[in-house]
């Protein structure tokens, strides 16, 4: 554990330096962050409610999920980029668990990535744009544990595209598929709530709700009551699923190294 | 053809001091230091000249280049190259130099190298006829058959230094600036080189100008050196001059059957120096022909000791740069 | 002049499609993934129409149409110029830039010419497919006149596309590396997918005059959409186009005098 440990710190180290990367991040998260407010806004001219939610209700929605998806991915690319140019047999010597080690990686990057890009951002966000605080103090707490399974589960679904590099070239292609269901079925976009009937059904088949909608909406309370606690159980259990089928994919993926020598 | 007067090239550097504090305090004070990469240069070269230029890293070979092929303006000076200034008429210029900067490939990744010729004649605009002749005149000298079918970038450093290096002379440029061409080759392939750019200057009358390390390409391409340290010309003039001005430093390296320490015999005393040898029972003894000659320093070594072997080293241009770097000219 | 380097694009042009042959599974997935991206940014769009019948009066297909004008300018740009993004770091840094130096030609053209991005099809496709069905569920009648009015619009949005790249791009020649200033720039050319009058005046000012990006799109459509009070502006399009071209070409010309006497 402790290994991994001095891994992550070292990762928040190496993206602390502030340079002209972090500042033109920002610049452009903020741009971002400021396009769903007008659209948002524009939406609710002359409107009440849409689909039951008050504006304020949704800002707070869209801007939180824009947010928490910015941590969905991870890495995967950095996996698929070892197994490609090869890399991978010799981090395999290495004498901590590769899988291990870039979850670590990944998690320091999450932090520091929190603490200067998204901590300020919502600050601004509370301030001048008006999302809400959570609706109980309960459920505020609740969707940060929620929300930190989601990442977890998103670094894991993540990580099966970057396995896959084992066997499919075109891991980019599948990246960019992975993207563009994770960005519509995880709900950054906005809330499932919204989707028609037949396309909630199917999300509810999918783990990627588990990922950004289910933390957000407990935080605003469109998820209440028991509904809370299965919704986590069920982010659980996708969590168990996916780390197996990861580990099984795993060990077939050694197998194939160790025997074709990659 | 090239015409060299008074070159400098000044480089501003921002001095930065550490920190954030030192980035914001950067905002407001600036602090510069000039460096002078290249310091009131002067020569001239011929047509048809084959000239080494030499240099320690960072002694402003690459900027001298750099300013004599239209990439950078000088900070004082001046240059003419077939009459014109190459950094104000960079593409009339381009037209008529061909240039290798070491490792970086001039040739397109991801093409065959036949594909990368051929673009490069619709840059250059070289004739159809004329294309083809020189590809195969160059295809047989560098032996580039088994390659032209084959994309950059599965060629071996080898390979892609030949390919290069016909890039550079596909046009037919009258001034070719070959910046390390042979850096990291092997034998085989630094000797085709070498005969390749003999065979062009002979043909085609091409200058060259030449960066290098390797003084083996100096000793068998150049006719002339201009030898540069800290931006400022120290030597320029034909190799055999100065050959034979440090060339009197001669080394002769002995294998000797010792027991226990060598010690210079009393005859050479003063006019030999040991240099420590490599390896054990082996050591060299370099003097200068005016002091003493080589018969007398063999003979005083084999009065008192038993010589396995022994080799007399011609005098290299490698020794005597340094030798010039160490104590000057 | 014209000719030649016309010429000599069409040679470039023949050497990269070939290379995409070569790599034809790439190729694909590339363009399929730009569907795919663009796919959920309109699939968005329509559920939010779902539950709204108008944005800010605006219906589903006018924006669809704004988006359509937005997205095949861009594809023009993202097709033949989508290398200035690597100006500085695959050309400045490694000092590759060098070499265009030393080529008699335009080191701007040859920078352009070296890269084809075979995506741009990809994009092209979904904003043909985007606008035509806008077009074609708007109720407007298309003369003649009006196509080629609009053909000229998404070139000059195109243009606007590619000159504010290009004068990001040659911020290269001093700070050596620019893309994270491109991709905050950039981002701003998300507010054109939307009608510019849900924006305070500010922002509309800064997408106006500023960084013109509110001539990629909106201006244009609002020409042929009858509800708005812009329609004269978007007739401005190709003269905003060129003076955009002009200003980043002035500031490409500036960097490279700065790299001749700095060097990298």
Same mark, same amino acid.
């Given at each position: 554990?402790?290994?991994?440990?001095?891994?992550?710190?070292?990762?928040?180290?190496?993206?602390?330096?502030?340079?002209?990367?972090?500042?033109?991040?920002?610049?452009?998260?903020?741009?971002?962050?400021?396009?769903?407010?007008?659209?948002?806004?524009?939406?609710?001219?002359?409107?009440?409610?849409?689909?039951?939610?008050?504006?304020?209700?949704?800002?707070?929605?869209?801007?939180?999920?824009?947010?928490?998806?910015?941590?969905?991915?991870?890495?995967?690319?950095?996996?698929?980029?070892?197994?490609?140019?090869?890399?991978?047999?010799?981090?395999?010597?290495?004498?901590?668990?590769?899988?291990?080690?870039?979850?670590?990686?990944?998690?320091?990057?999450?932090?520091?990535?929190?603490?200067?890009?998204?901590?300020?951002?919502?600050?601004?966000?509370?301030?001048?744009?008006?999302?809400?605080?959570?609706?109980?103090?309960?459920?505020?707490?609740?969707?940060?544990?929620?929300?930190?399974?989601?990442?977890?589960?998103?670094?894991?679904?993540?990580?099966?595209?970057?396995?896959?590099?084992?066997?499919?070239?075109?891991?980019?292609?599948?990246?960019?598929?992975?993207?563009?269901?994770?960005?519509?079925?995880?709900?950054?976009?906005?809330?499932?709530?919204?989707?028609?009937?037949?396309?909630?059904?199917?999300?509810?088949?999918?783990?990627?709700?588990?990922?950004?909608?289910?933390?957000?909406?407990?935080?605003?309370?469109?998820?209440?009551?028991?509904?809370?606690?299965?919704?986590?159980?069920?982010?659980?259990?996708?969590?168990?699923?996916?780390?197996?089928?990861?580990?099984?994919?795993?060990?077939?993926?050694?197998?194939?190294?160790?025997?074709?020598?990659? | 053809?090239?015409?060299?007067?008074?070159?400098?090239?000044?480089?501003?550097?921002?001095?930065?001091?550490?920190?954030?504090?030192?980035?914001?305090?950067?905002?407001?004070?600036?602090?510069?230091?000039?460096?002078?990469?290249?310091?009131?240069?002067?020569?001239?070269?011929?047509?048809?000249?084959?000239?080494?230029?030499?240099?320690?890293?960072?002694?402003?070979?690459?900027?001298?280049?750099?300013?004599?092929?239209?990439?950078?303006?000088?900070?004082?000076?001046?240059?003419?190259?077939?009459?014109?200034?190459?950094?104000?008429?960079?593409?009339?210029?381009?037209?008529?130099?061909?240039?290798?900067?070491?490792?970086?490939?001039?040739?397109?990744?991801?093409?065959?190298?036949?594909?990368?010729?051929?673009?490069?004649?619709?840059?250059?605009?070289?004739?159809?006829?004329?294309?083809?002749?020189?590809?195969?005149?160059?295809?047989?000298?560098?032996?580039?058959?088994?390659?032209?079918?084959?994309?950059?970038?599965?060629?071996?450093?080898?390979?892609?230094?030949?390919?290069?290096?016909?890039?550079?002379?596909?046009?037919?440029?009258?001034?070719?600036?070959?910046?390390?061409?042979?850096?990291?080759?092997?034998?085989?392939?630094?000797?085709?080189?070498?005969?390749?750019?003999?065979?062009?200057?002979? #043909?085609?009358?091409?200058? +060259?100008?030449?960066? =290098?390390?390797?003084?083996?390409? @100096? &000793?068998? %391409?150049?006719?002339? *050196?201009?030898?540069?340290?800290?931006?400022?010309?120290?030597?320029?003039?034909?190799?055999?001059?100065?050959?034979?001005?440090?060339?009197?430093?001669?080394?002769?390296?002995?294998?000797?059957?010792?027991?226990?320490?060598?010690?210079?015999?009393?005859?050479?005393?003063?006019?030999?120096?040991?240099?420590?040898?490599?390896?054990?029972?082996?050591?060299?003894?370099?003097?200068?022909?005016?002091?003493?000659?080589?018969?007398?320093?063999?003979?005083?070594? #084999?009065?008192?000791?038993? +010589?396995?072997?022994? =080799?007399?080293?011609?005098?290299? @241009? &490698?020794? %005597?740069?340094?030798? *010039?770097?160490?104590?000057?000219? | 002049?014209?000719?030649?380097?016309?010429?000599?694009?069409?040679?470039?042009?023949?050497?990269?499609?070939?290379?995409?042959?070569?790599?034809?599974?790439?190729?694909?997935?590339?363009?399929?993934?730009?569907?795919?991206?663009?796919?959920?940014?309109?699939?968005?769009?329509?559920?939010?129409?779902?539950?709204?019948?108008?944005?800010?009066?605006?219906?589903?297909?006018?924006?669809?149409?704004?988006?359509?004008?937005?997205?095949?300018?861009?594809?023009?740009?993202?097709?033949?110029?989508?290398?200035?993004?690597?100006?500085?770091?695959?050309?400045?840094?490694?000092?590759?830039?060098?070499?265009?130096?030393?080529?008699?030609?335009?080191?701007?053209?040859?920078?352009?010419?070296?890269?084809?991005?075979?995506?741009?099809?990809?994009?092209?496709?979904?904003?043909?497919?985007?606008?035509?069905?806008?077009?074609?569920?708007?109720?407007?009648?298309?003369?003649?006149?009006?196509?080629?009015?609009?053909?000229?619009?998404?070139?000059?949005?195109?243009?606007?596309?590619?000159?504010?790249?290009?004068?990001?791009?040659?911020?290269?020649?001093?700070?050596?590396?620019?893309?994270?200033?491109?991709?905050?720039?950039?981002?701003?050319?998300?507010?054109?997918?939307?009608?510019?009058?849900?924006?305070?005046?500010?922002?509309?000012?800064?997408?106006?005059?500023?960084?013109?990006?509110?001539?990629?799109?909106?201006?244009?459509?609002?020409?042929?959409?009858?509800?708005?009070?812009?329609?004269?502006?978007?007739?401005?399009?190709?003269?905003?186009?060129?003076?955009?071209?002009?200003?980043?070409?002035?500031?490409?010309?500036?960097?490279?005098?700065?790299?001749?006497?700095?060097?990298?």
């Amino acid at each position: 554990m402790r290994k991994y440990w001095e891994l992550m710190k070292s990762q928040i180290k190496l993206d602390s330096a502030y340079s002209i990367w972090y500042w033109s991040g920002i610049v452009a998260t903020m741009l971002r962050v400021f396009v769903i407010y007008s659209f948002w806004n524009a939406v609710y001219d002359h409107r009440v409610e849409v689909s039951n939610m008050p504006l304020n209700m949704m800002l707070t929605y869209v801007i939180l999920a824009a947010m928490l998806s910015n941590y969905s991915a991870g890495v995967g690319y950095e996996l698929a980029n070892q197994v490609r140019d090869g890399n991978v047999a010799i981090e395999l010597m290495r004498p901590y668990d590769l899988m291990h080690k870039l979850v670590a990686l990944d998690l320091g990057m999450k932090i520091t990535n929190s603490i200067r890009n998204t901590l300020p951002i919502l600050i601004l966000a509370f301030l001048f744009l008006g999302i809400s605080l959570p609706h109980t103090w309960l459920m505020g707490l609740l969707s940060i544990l929620s929300a930190i399974i989601g990442i977890f589960l998103g670094a894991q679904l993540d990580m099966i595209i970057g396995i896959l590099a084992f066997w499919v070239f075109y891991i980019w292609g599948l990246r960019v598929l992975r993207n563009a269901v994770f960005l519509f079925f995880s709900g950054a976009l906005l809330p499932i709530s919204m989707f028609p009937e037949w396309l909630q059904t199917v999300s509810e088949f999918l783990p990627f709700q588990s990922i950004v909608y289910v933390p957000v909406a407990i935080y605003t309370g469109q998820i209440i009551g028991n509904d809370v606690y299965t919704s986590i159980l069920l982010q659980l259990a996708w969590l168990v699923v996916v780390y197996t089928i990861i580990r099984l994919l795993w060990s077939f993926a050694l197998r194939k190294v160790t025997i074709f020598g990659g | 053809m090239i015409e060299v007067r008074g070159l400098t090239k000044e480089y501003t550097i921002v001095k930065k001091s550490p920190g954030l504090r030192g980035a914001i305090k950067g905002l407001f004070v600036r602090d510069y230091t000039v460096k002078r990469a290249v310091d009131d240069i002067n020569f001239s070269i011929n047509q048809g000249e084959l000239v080494g230029y030499i240099g320690a890293n960072g002694a402003g070979k690459s900027t001298t280049i750099k300013m004599l092929s239209g990439i950078l303006t000088p900070s004082a000076g001046e240059v003419k190259v077939n009459g014109i200034i190459p950094y104000e008429q960079r593409k009339k210029n381009a037209q008529r130099i061909g240039a290798v900067f070491g490792q970086r490939t001039q040739l397109f990744w991801d093409i065959a190298v036949r594909e990368s010729y051929s673009l490069l004649k619709h840059i250059y605009q070289i004739p159809d006829k004329q294309h083809k002749d020189t590809l195969d005149m160059f295809t047989e000298v560098l032996n580039l058959g088994p390659l032209l079918g084959t994309p950059v970038r599965q060629l071996s450093l080898g390979q892609k230094m030949r390919c290069e290096l016909a890039a550079a002379f596909l046009h037919n440029p009258s001034i070719v600036y070959l910046d390390e061409p042979t850096i990291g080759l092997d034998v085989a392939v630094k000797t085709r080189i070498r005969a390749f750019i003999k065979e062009m200057n002979k #043909l085609h009358q091409t200058t +060259v100008l030449l960066t =290098t390390h390797d003084m083996q390409d @100096i &000793e068998e %391409i150049c006719n002339r *050196i201009i030898i540069i340290d800290e931006g400022k010309v120290l030597y320029d003039g034909s190799l055999a001059s100065i050959k034979e001005r440090f060339g009197q430093k001669r080394v002769i390296h002995f294998e000797l059957e010792l027991e226990g320490e060598f010690s210079l015999p009393d005859a050479l005393q003063g006019k030999a120096d040991v240099i420590a040898g490599e390896e054990e029972g082996k050591i060299g003894l370099s003097f200068s022909s005016g002091d003493v000659n080589a018969a007398d320093v063999i003979s005083a070594v #084999l009065a008192e000791y038993r +010589v396995r072997d022994l =080799t007399i080293a011609d005098p290299k @241009i &490698e020794t %005597i740069v340094h030798e *010039i770097y160490e104590r000057g000219v | 002049m014209i000719n030649r380097y016309a010429r000599l694009y069409w040679e470039f042009f023949k050497m990269h499609v070939k290379v995409k042959m070569e790599y034809r599974v790439d190729f694909l997935i590339g363009i399929l993934s730009v569907l795919l991206i663009q796919g959920t940014a309109i699939f968005f769009v329509a559920i939010v129409f779902q539950h709204i019948e108008a944005l800010h009066g605006w219906t589903f297909y006018q924006i669809l149409f704004i988006y359509g004008i937005a997205q095949t300018g861009r594809a023009l740009e993202f097709a033949f110029f989508d290398n200035l993004w690597l100006l500085g770091q695959d050309y400045i840094r490694p000092g590759k830039f060098d070499r265009m130096l030393v080529r008699p030609i335009n080191p701007l053209f040859h920078v352009l010419a070296d890269k084809l991005q075979a995506d741009g099809l990809g994009q092209g496709i979904i904003g043909l497919i985007v606008l035509i069905t806008a077009m074609v569920n708007l109720p407007i009648e298309w003369g003649m006149g009006d196509l080629l009015l609009l053909a000229l619009l998404i070139v000059s949005s195109g243009a606007i596309f590619m000159a504010v790249n290009l004068f990001f791009a040659s911020l290269s020649f001093w700070i050596v590396d620019s893309i994270p200033i491109m991709g905050a720039v950039f981002t701003l050319s998300d507010f054109t997918r939307y009608p510019m009058t849900i924006y305070s005046k500010g922002v509309r000012f800064v997408l106006t005059w500023l960084i013109p990006y509110g001539f990629t799109a909106f201006y244009p459509a609002t020409l042929f959409v009858e509800n708005a009070d812009f329609e004269k502006i978007g007739l401005l399009s190709p003269v905003v186009a060129t003076i955009a071209v002009v200003i980043a070409y002035w500031l490409w010309k500036k960097g490279l005098k700065a790299f001749s006497s700095t060097g990298s």
